[in-house]
């Protein structure tokens, strides 16, 4: 899916870059009073707007398949390496030691173990009490 976004934003660039040539060509000689005139002002303003918009476009689908291809990269990773990576399944056990050893606190009323930054226990007891 990365690469189809990358190869559309390709084809979006190129394509839109030859649109906006014709459209800019096409409605510069339209906008003018003589068909041998030209508007310019109008044929720069649709060819810079009509510009940055392929451009803004292309920039958008590229960094949609970069994304997707690194989010990709990171789920094959995550199946292959990542599951002995410490702190990712501690059981509740580690978890209360370390959150005890980091400044955590025990509940006197209920037992359970809080970070230090929570102030009020699940059941209504506040840590200061």
């Known amino acids: ?27 510069g000689k339209i906008g003018a009073v003589h068909r041998a005139d030209r508007t310019w002002l109008l044929t720069i303003s649709v060819f810079l707007g009509m510009g940055l918009m392929v451009a803004m476009i292309c920039v958008a689908l590229y960094t949609l398949g970069d994304i997707h291809e690194q989010l990709q990269s990171y789920t094959f990773a995550g199946r292959s390496g990542l599951s002995d990576l410490s702190g990712l399944s501690e059981d509740k056990e580690t978890k209360n030691k370390r959150l005890l050893a980091n ?16 102030t009020t226990c699940k059941c209504g007891r506040s840590k200061n009490d």
Do not use: Q, R
Request: proline share 5%; glycine share 18%.
């Open 103 to 118: 400044g955590g606190w025990k509940c006197p009323d209920c037992g359970s173990i809080h970070p230090s930054y929570e």
């Open 1 to 27: 899916m990365g690469s189809v976004c990358k190869g559309l934003a390709t084809l979006y660039g190129v394509f839109g870059s030859i649109g906006t040539i014709v459209m800019s060509y096409s409605l």
